[in-house]
């Protein structure tokens, strides 16, 4: 049986702000995968043949990946096609109580596989997948940071690397590298508490109002060429972005020349891309960062294709991109609104998540997240049909892989 299935990946990074690897979450549609067994079989199912066709390496960008493993799937034989060398076993502390299952893990770290304990405890039999473990996962999500010490002492003296997963600021994350945690996840990454380290770039304003003048009918193409002139690196890397393959490879050989053979809507979009690119710094935070902003993008450019014409694809396609741009440039929303001049229905999504293209941002959050219920309820609110959400979140990395790549 075919079933739709939903995957996501959540970053996890090192105490350096290094990529490290990903979680790989997935669903069976949009109403989850555990309201009956056959659909959670056919889920597993699925998942494990997913991760095999799409090329794992191709999902994570050659990182480790992080795949949940039930019991099902331990003794049904489907964990072990996956690739070894690539993924890391999510196994639950429950297996510990079941022999039958501690037998399939061993035999399968003795075969290289990798593993790590989901929502670790140190509890009397935690010794028993410890010894088959290489991480340990603690939810840091509610807890305080100190209640977990016994927890993290136990990985330590067991020389398992701990992952703090559920980290939503940056304060916890702080906390939780103070502590000796090693590897951290969840959306701190995101938060726009992490502007404050450092300045605005100034390439970042003026890209920002190359943008507000691009959308400004009373500024003459000639105009709006100088100012793009003016900085050197900037013309150099926007004349290689839109002759990118990425772009089409047009044989473009000046801005003037872009401007006038294609319009001002598509250097719109080259400057947003552009924006993101080059806010992108050394650290795999805002590398990441830089993705999802690009992700976001395609992501709602492609579903407001699917809406019948009610949806601006061009404009969905900004706000996707505009979403986290306060994180990457380092200002406060409100001024990277103001300085880019974006319409007001861009304006009203980004600053309260209103109107139809809050919603559809929205609902590209809540997919990030793998909320599903909340994708499914924001999807009866847009005008969209027969959108593969899979395929589409598929496409959008693979596309954004492309622009950082450019």
């Known amino acids: 049986m075919r079933v739709e299935l939903l995957l996501v990946r959540e970053p996890i990074f090192d105490a350096e702000g290094e990529l490290f690897g990903y979680e790989i979450r997935h669903s069976v549609g949009l109403n989850g995968a555990s309201s009956a067994g056959s659909d959670e079989s ?5 998942l494990v043949h997913s991760l095999i066709d799409s090329h794992l390496k ?5 990182k480790p990946a992080f795949v949940r493993a039930t019991s099902s799937m331990l003794v049904e034989g489907l964990v072990q096609l996956l690739p070894r060398s690539r993924v890391v076993i999510q196994v639950p502390p429950t297996f510990a109580d079941r022999a039958d299952l501690l037998i399939s893990c061993r035999q399968m770290f003795r075969e290289g596989f990798r593993f790590a304990v989901d929502d670790f405890v140190a509890a009397d039999n935690a010794d028993r997948l ?4 290489r991480y340990v996962r603690i939810d840091m999500s509610t807890d305080a940071v100190g209640d977990r010490e016994k927890d993290l002492a136990m990985a330590g003296e067991a020389r398992r690397p701990a992952i703090a997963t559920g980290i939503e600021t940056v ?3 702080e ?6 945690f090693k590897l951290f996840q969840g959306r701190f990454f995101k938060s726009s508490d992490r502007m404050s380290v450092q300045s605005a770039p100034a390439q970042s304003i003026h890209i920002l109002r190359l943008l507000r003048l691009a959308r400004d009918p009373g500024i003459s193409n000639r105009e709006l060429e100088d100012a793009i002139r003016v900085d050197p690196t900037l013309t150099f890397r926007l004349l290689k972005l839109v002759n990118s393959a990425a772009m089409g490879g047009r044989g473009i050989e000046s801005i003037a020349h872009a401007i006038q053979l294609l319009g001002r809507i598509p250097l719109q979009r080259w400057l947003t891309v552009l924006l993101v690119a080059t806010t992108r710094g050394p650290g795999g935070y805002d590398t990441e960062l830089a993705m999802t902003a690009l992700v976001r993008g395609r992501f709602l ?9 009610e949806l601006d694809d061009g404009l969905s396609f900004l706000v996707g991109m505009f979403s986290v741009m306060d994180s990457l440039v380092k200002l406060p929303m409100e001024e990277v609104v103001e300085t ?4 007001r229905g861009v304006e009203e999504a980004l600053l309260s998540r209103k109107g139809p293209f809050g919603t559809a941002l929205g609902l590209a959050e809540a997919y990030e997240e793998g909320e599903w219920a909340i994708v499914s309820a924001l999807t009866h609110e847009l005008p969209i049909d027969d959108l593969d ?7 959008a990395v693979s596309w954004s892989k492309g622009q950082l790549d450019a």
């Not at 056919?42 to 699925?46: G, K, L, M, N, W």
């Not at 959400?389 to 496409?395: A, C, I, L, P, V």
Request: aromatic share 6%; charged share 25%.
């Open 42 to 46: 056919a889920s597993e199912t699925e």
């Open 58 to 62: 191709q999902v994570t960008g050659g």
């Open 130 to 133: 410890l010894e088959i473990a």
């Open 171 to 173: 304060e916890r994350w």
């Open 175 to 180: 906390a939780c590298r103070e502590l000796g």
């Open 301 to 309: 450019e492609i579903l407001a294709q699917a809406s019948r014409g």
């Open 340 to 343: 880019a001049g974006l319409p």
């Open 389 to 395: 959400f899979s395929t589409t979140y598929s496409d």
